[in-house]
């Protein structure tokens, strides 16, 4: 099966940066999308950006361009999510997500990492 195992989250104050991991084992696949989404309490949960695996292209939530910056390591089979100026409404648990080529939903999940952002 596969697991999706997220690190990187902490509590940090408005303005800091966090890098968010996302390490992708078992199955292997050639072609996919890794994802990252948000959930705040009480709120639903929205997409943050994704990034295609064989050509590393980004895209991203309006709310977040400019600001937050999505990688991966094809060797780590690892992706990132640099976010820089932080901000007490990015408060929320992230999750990473794994999309088959395809596949009309995202098909796999992390178990999420918890950022705060407070003074």
């Known amino acids: 099966q596969v697991q999706l195992e997220e690190s990187g989250g902490g509590l940090v104050q408005p303005g800091d940066s966090l890098r968010l991991s996302c390490t992708v084992s078992?199955?292997?696949?050639?072609?996919?999308?890794m994802g990252w989404f948000r959930q705040a309490p009480g709120k639903e949960r929205e997409f943050v950006a994704s990034?295609?695996?064989?050509?590393?292209?980004?895209y991203y939530q309006d709310s977040v361009k400019g600001r937050f910056t999505v990688s991966r390591d094809n060797a780590r089979n690892t992706g990132y999510l640099q976010m820089n100026s932080l901000q007490p409404e990015d408060t929320a648990v992230y999750y990473c997500?794994?999309?088959?080529?395809?596949?009309?939903?995202?098909?796999?999940w992390g178990q999420g990492t918890q950022v705060t952002v407070s003074s």
């Open positions: 997500a794994l999309q088959l080529y395809g596949s009309p939903e995202y098909d796999y």
């Open positions: 078992g199955r292997t696949f050639s072609s996919y999308y």
């Open positions: 990034i295609t695996w064989s050509s590393a292209i980004p």
